[in-house]
């Protein structure tokens, strides 16, 4: 399974910008896929996951009310609509899956995946 995620850019703060996490080798059939970030000097942070078992979705406080994941028809692809941005969202940003049915403590962790893509940098000008 290769994982791509696209769809970062440069943007004022306010704007909106959407990524995409596209799947190759096997579908978003079961499991979760997960969003997370690494700014410049900080550590990689959970920033969502959407479990494809009843579809529950979480979301780290700092961004509840601006972001939302879901998961496209084709099931190949998680999206990650992210408005409102502040200077604060500047990070790669990584998508990562995993095909196990695990506990959301362990979907809000890097451990949770088994998957990950290559990371698109988001960049929210001030």
């Known amino acids: 399974v290769q994982l791509q995620a696209s769809g970062g850019g440069l943007v004022q703060a306010g704007d909106s910008l959407k990524l995409s996490c596209a799947a190759s080798?096997?579908?978003?059939?079961?499991?979760?896929v997960g969003w997370f970030r690494q700014a410049p000097g900080k550590e990689r942070e959970f920033v969502t996951s959407?479990?494809?078992?009843?579809?529950?979705?979480s979301y780290v406080d700092s961004v509840k009310g601006r972001f939302t994941i879901s998961r496209g028809n084709g099931k190949n692809t998680v999206y990650l609509q992210m408005n409102s941005l502040k200077p604060e969202d500047t990070a790669v940003y990584y998508c990562?899956?995993?095909?196990?049915?695990?506990?959301?403590?362990?979907?809000?962790?890097?451990?949770?995946?088994?998957?990950w893509g290559q990371g698109t940098l988001v960049t929210v000008s001030s």
């Open positions: 959407i479990s494809f078992s009843g579809g529950s979705t």
């Open positions: 080798g096997r579908t978003f059939s079961s499991g979760a």
């Open positions: 990562a899956a995993t095909y196990r049915n695990t506990i959301l403590s362990t979907r809000r962790s890097a451990r949770g995946y088994d998957y």
